[in-house]
């Protein structure tokens, strides 16, 4: 599993950024990013497009597996 903060962070993008293009709430966008939320399938999709992986990159920890 990747860490979302620090692929958000090698795209010099700000969570409010991110937010921004995944129309949510900083506030929102902060919570998945620290895994304080979880997201729908459909909202991982979208993540994963921006950095041109797929969700299971991002999201899928290989050590539950």
């Known amino acids: 599993m990747k860490n979302l903060k620090e ?11 991110m937010a921004q293009m995944l129309n949510m709430c900083t506030a929102f966008y902060w ?3 620290n ?3 979880g997201l729908y399938y459909a ?6 497009a921006i950095f041109d992986l ?3 990159d991002i999201f ?3 050590e539950f597996d």
């Open 54 to 56: 797929k969700p299971d």
């Open 43 to 48: 909202t991982a999709k979208k993540i994963a």
């Open 35 to 37: 895994k304080k939320r």
């Open 7 to 17: 692929l958000r962070k090698s795209k010099g993008l700000t969570c409010a950024q």
């Open 60 to 62: 899928y920890d290989e």
């Open 31 to 33: 919570q998945i990013e």
